[in-house]
C-alpha cells in the first residue's frame, strides 16, 4: 500500500496524543479513551460522528493544503499545517456516558504535547528541524435548537512542521 510523509506524520501525531493520560482513558470518568482520528480511517465525518454520539469527544488530525519552502530551489521540503480539531458534544460528554474532560482542557493539553516537540517523521533528518510549533486556536460554539444552552463545541488548532513530501 502506497503512502506519503503527510499520512505518516498524522500517524506520528495521533501517536503522540493517544499515549498520553489526557487521551489513553486514564483521566476518563467513563474510562474510555478519547478517539483521534486521523485521514487514514477513510470517513472522517461519519467516524466522527459515531464517536461524538457515543462519548460526546473527538479528535481528528489533518493536513491541509501546504506550500513550498523555497520555489526556487530543487527541493522537495515544504511547510505543513497541520490541523487538530477538538469537537466537544457538551450534552454528552459532561453527562453519564461521557469522558467529562472539556474541550478546552484537551487543547490545552495537546498545545503542552505538540508545541516545540520533533514528529520525527522523516528517518536521517535531525529531529530538531522537524519541530511542531503551535500557530492558533479558533474555537466555534453551536448553540442548541432553542439557542440557549451550548449544543457542541470545536476548536481548530494549527501547528507549522517542515516535512520532506514524498510517497513511501
Not at 464517536?51 to 491541509?64: D, E, K, R
Not at 474532560?101 to 520525527?120: D, F, G, K, Q
Not at 486556536?137 to 432553542?146: E, F, L, Y
Request: net charge neutral; glycine share 4%.
Amino acid at each position: 500500500m502506497i503512502t506519503s510523509t503527510l499520512a505518516q506524520l498524522q500517524t506520528a501525531v495521533a501517536a503522540m496524543l493517544t499515549v498520553d493520560h489526557a487521551f489513553n482513558g486514564t483521566d476518563s470518568a467513563n474510562g474510555k479513551a478519547v478517539p483521534v482520528i486521523t485521514e487514514k480511517i477513510g470517513d472522517i465525518v461519519a467516524h466522527l460522528n459515531q464517536q461524538i454520539a457515543q462519548i460526546g469527544l473527538a479528535v481528528v488530525i489533518t493536513v491541509p493544503p501546504f506550500r513550498n519552502e523555497n520555489a526556487k530551489v530543487n527541493s522537495l521540503t515544504a511547510w505543513v499545517t497541520l490541523v487538530i480539531q477538538v469537537t466537544e458534544f457538551v450534552m454528552v460528554n459532561q453527562g453519564s456516558l461521557g469522558t467529562k474532560i472539556l474541550a478546552s482542557v484537551l487543547v490545552c493539553r495537546i498545545w503542552e504535547l505538540l508545541h516545540w516537540h520533533s514528529h520525527n517523521v522523516v528517518a536521517g533528518v535531525d529531529p530538531r528541524l522537524q519541530f511542531l510549533e503551535f500557530v492558533e486556536a479558533t474555537r466555534s460554539i453551536t448553540p442548541n435548537a432553542a439557542g440557549t444552552m451550548t449544543r457542541d463545541i470545536t476548536y481548530l488548532m494549527k501547528f507549522n512542521t517542515r516535512l520532506v513530501i514524498k510517497t513511501l
